[in-house]
């Protein structure tokens, strides 16, 4: 049974990382006719927290690792925070 995503967020620092989890992120939004909001943040920034995103997301895309690689040394990892606070699913996009 797939499951429906009437709403994708994608939140981005335009790391190379970050457009690899945009293109994912873009392909379900085809494959679902879902909206896809993109969300600019900044470092160590959980994306959920952010007051823009629309109410009901459904699905987080977002990449494993920003800018600065999957270990902030000071904040941990923003992708473990967000999987574990995150009011919906998240979608984690390995770098290649």
Known sequence: MLHRFPTIVHPTDFSDSSI???????LIR???R???YLVHVGESKDPHED??????MLLIAM???GRHG??????????????RH???P??????S
């Open 34 to 36: 879902s909206k896809l």
């Open 30 to 32: 085809l494959l679902m």
């Open 20 to 26: 690899e989890a945009f293109v994912c992120a873009l």
């Open 90 to 95: 998240v979608l984690s996009v390995p770098a």
């Open 63 to 65: 990449p494993t690792a």
């Open 70 to 83: 999957f270990l902030d040394a000071k904040c941990g990892s923003t992708m473990e925070r967000v999987v």
């Open 51 to 56: 007051d823009g995103f629309p109410p009901g």
């Open 86 to 88: 995150a009011p919906c």
